[in-house]
């Protein structure tokens, strides 16, 4: 595979104003090396060449050579004649971290903050008693729906032509949630060693699911507000990857939209690389404010595999999602479904027929209560962490925080011993890095998100203390 190429004016822009401070060839070179360690500008990513980065940046040629040498030097750049000048790390790619993260259940001990997920809204238990009632009609079946309830799957059909997306129930393929939704997408469209492109970050998990199945994962870095299509477009063009999982509504961990003008573009890319997306619309339904919506992905490029779940609108302990296929692809997508299950249980299926019922109160309620939440861990933040940067998300569960010191891993370690577990910023990293982030999601009580922060401010300034404390005594580490 070629390798990645950032073009200078990209480049440019991720500086931002790094290059205005003095002096200018260590603003840049700083600059450059936190790109490079957070995984914002990923290992082995071609850099531009020093002519075309001075023309980018209006500086002069020697500030730029100083920046590439003072980065050689510092073991984050290789330059070889011919290949030019490539981004490595001190010590040679990071070993794949573990991705998977894992919900902590019933333990009480700790304020969990690795799960973006909110309780069960009111009136579950009422909707478990209705579906129970109506449950005897299914007893003397086998009970093995494999594609999902047709009752379920007219429902799901409805609300995407209700979002702009005209749909079958034919179409739709219930599954266990949103994860058993990529798995079966990736064993649709993927074999061994084929490539997926990947935002990175992304949900830890999918990242797992997808590494499992065989595939080589490529990943696109994404910034806080969403891809930029010209990113995505040439990683698209220089793979040619088989599938693409995206996360175009209010993306997990960074609460992005993607805008339906950038939709239409990256659905033009994708079609020119002959690649399918796999998109993960878990969040759809989580718009918060006047977030505003977006068409859905699959009116853009016709051949996409949608994923989705009553997880994040309802509850996750419902284990149900959906899949909605082309019908040229239904048959694929079951076959593949049935080599992995048999099919959904059909009492949560009907539960959900119920939840689905009561949709636009349910979820009014739950955005009204993330709404409140995700005030009270922004204020919060402001209060006790101010040199933490975040933007509001415009939906979705969590705040993508960016930290003033690459120290995602050592925050989260030093968390849970004040008894608050965090996802770091590497797990959500398909090729590492993203030490500068940390995810906080606002799915629990807002007096609960401030107790967390509370804690999270103690365990920030330990991890401070003890990596100052580290660079005293080896100043080389940077
Ligand atoms: C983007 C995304 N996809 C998939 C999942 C998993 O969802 P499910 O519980 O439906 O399997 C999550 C859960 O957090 C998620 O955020």
């Not at 690795?114 to 309780?119: F, G, R, S, Y």
């Not at 179409?171 to 074999?191: E, S």
């Not at 080589?216 to 220089?238: F, H, K, N, Q, T």
């Amino acid at each position: 595979m070629a390798a990645r190429h950032l073009p200078a004016t990209h480049l440019a822009a991720l500086l931002g104003s790094a290059a205005d401070s003095s002096p200018a060839y260590q603003a840049i070179a700083d600059g450059l090396r936190l790109l490079i360690a957070d995984g914002r500008i990923l290992y082995g990513t071609r850099l531009p060449s020093e002519r075309e980065l001075t023309a980018a940046l209006g500086v002069s040629r020697t500030t730029v050579a100083r920046s590439y040498a003072e980065l050689r030097d510092r073991g984050y750049l290789s330059s070889r004649r011919g290949s030019g000048s490539v981004a490595t790390l001190p010590g040679g790619p990071q070993p794949p971290t573990s991705n998977v993260l894992m919900p902590s259940g019933q333990d009480t001990s700790f304020i969990d903050l690795t799960c973006a997920a909110p309780a069960a809204p009111p009136g579950t238990a009422q909707a478990y008693a209705d579906a129970l009632d109506e449950l005897p009609a299914y007893l003397a079946g086998s009970g093995y729906y494999p594609t999902g309830l047709p009752v379920l799957r007219e429902a799901l059909a409805e609300r995407f032509a209700e979002r702009g997306l005209p749909t079958d129930p034919d179409q739709i393929i219930v599954t266990t949630g949103a994860l058993a939704g990529v798995a079966i997408a990736a064993r649709t469209l993927t074999g061994v060693a084929d490539r997926v492109l990947v935002e990175t970050p992304t949900y830890p998990n999918s990242i797992a699911a997808l590494r499992r199945s065989g595939a080589r994962l490529v990943g696109v870095p994404v910034e806080p507000s969403g891809p930029d299509p010209d990113v995505l477009d040439g990683a698209l063009r220089r793979t040619r990857a088989t599938a693409a999982l995206l996360i175009p509504d209010f993306h997990n961990p960074t609460g992005a939209l993607m805008p339906d003008h950038i939709r239409a573009r990256v659905a033009r890319s994708l079609q020119d690389a002959g690649t399918t997306a796999i998109v993960d619309e878990t969040m759809v339904e989580l718009g918060l404010g006047d977030a505003g919506h977006a068409a859905p992905m699959a009116t853009f490029a016709s051949n996409t595999l949608t994923v989705g779940t009553a997880s994040k609108s309802f509850w996750g302990g419902l284990r149900i999602g959906w899949l909605r296929a082309p019908h040229d692809r239904v048959g694929a997508v079951t076959e593949a479904r049935l080599s992995l299950d048999l099919g959904a249980p059909v009492l949560e299926q009907l539960v959900l027929v119920h939840l689905l019922r009561q949709r636009e109160a349910l979820l009014a309620a739950r955005r009204q209560q993330l709404t409140a939440s995700r005030a009270a861990l922004a204020a919060a933040l402001a209060d006790q962490l101010p040199d933490w940067r975040f933007a509001l998300p415009a939906g979705g569960l969590a705040l993508w925080c960016e930290l003033p010191e690459p120290l995602s891993s050592a925050l989260a370690a030093a968390a849970e011993r004040h008894g608050v577990l965090l996802a770091s910023g590497p797990r959500f990293s398909v090729e590492g890095g993203l030490e500068r982030f940390i995810r906080l999601p606002y799915t629990l009580e807002p007096d609960t998100l401030r107790e967390a922060v509370g804690a999270i401010a103690v365990a920030w300034s330990e991890a401070r203390r003890r990596r100052s404390a580290t660079s005293r005594r080896r100043p080389w580490v940077a």
